[in-house]
């Protein structure tokens, strides 16, 4: 490849990344995810299109319900908190409003998990209620073959 071709390869690349990385930005196409430190919490959620996917909110708690409930509760605080902080300080620009938006629906249609799960010491018949509980609340977070049929298999024993 001569030295004109080269230049004209690496010119038609930064100008061609360029305008991609400007239409992905603007229209948000690319899943982004973020770590916001709020109320104790470090927040993990994503967005794309300028829509927080709500499976993403505090996915990294899945292990432990306690932490996941107290986790979503505080992220549905953090919306309501950043939504009324981008209404009451208008900024300009192109992102301004879809931002804005963006928080302001996760304020209003995020559900956060709403879970408190003990271990004491209780009876045989305590303990497995507790254990259908929890089978519940893991079928209601994640709805797979499994889950649900360890849900009927623990449920089946308060029957």
């Known amino acids: 490849m001569d030295v004109v071709s080269a230049v004209f390869a690496t010119y038609l690349d930064a100008v061609s990344n360029s305008v991609h990385d400007r239409l992905t930005d603007q229209f948000n196409t690319v899943e982004q995810a973020k770590v916001v430190k709020y109320d104790g919490f470090e927040i993990p959620y994503s967005y794309q299109i300028w829509k927080i996917k709500d499976k993403s909110v505090c996915e990294t708690y899945s292990h432990n319900l306690n932490d996941k409930s107290l986790c979503s509760q505080a992220a549905k605080r953090m919306f309501r908190e950043m939504c009324l902080y981008l209404q009451?300080?208008?900024?300009?620009?192109?992102?301004?409003?879809?931002?804005?938006?963006?928080?302001?629906?996760?304020?209003?249609?995020?559900?956060?998990?709403?879970?408190?799960?003990?271990?004491?010491?209780?009876?045989?018949?305590?303990?497995?209620?507790?254990?259908?509980?929890?089978?519940?609340?893991?079928?209601m977070e994640s709805p797979s073959k499994s889950n649900i049929a360890a849900r009927k298999e623990a449920c089946s024993e308060n029957d």
Not at 111 to 138: G, H, R
């Open 88 to 139: 009451e300080n208008p900024q300009s620009g192109p992102k301004y409003g879809k931002t804005k938006n963006m928080y302001c629906n996760a304020a209003t249609n995020y559900k956060p998990l709403v879970a408190t799960v003990s271990f004491d010491e209780k009876s045989q018949n305590d303990k497995a209620k507790q254990a259908c509980s929890v089978a519940i609340l893991k079928v």
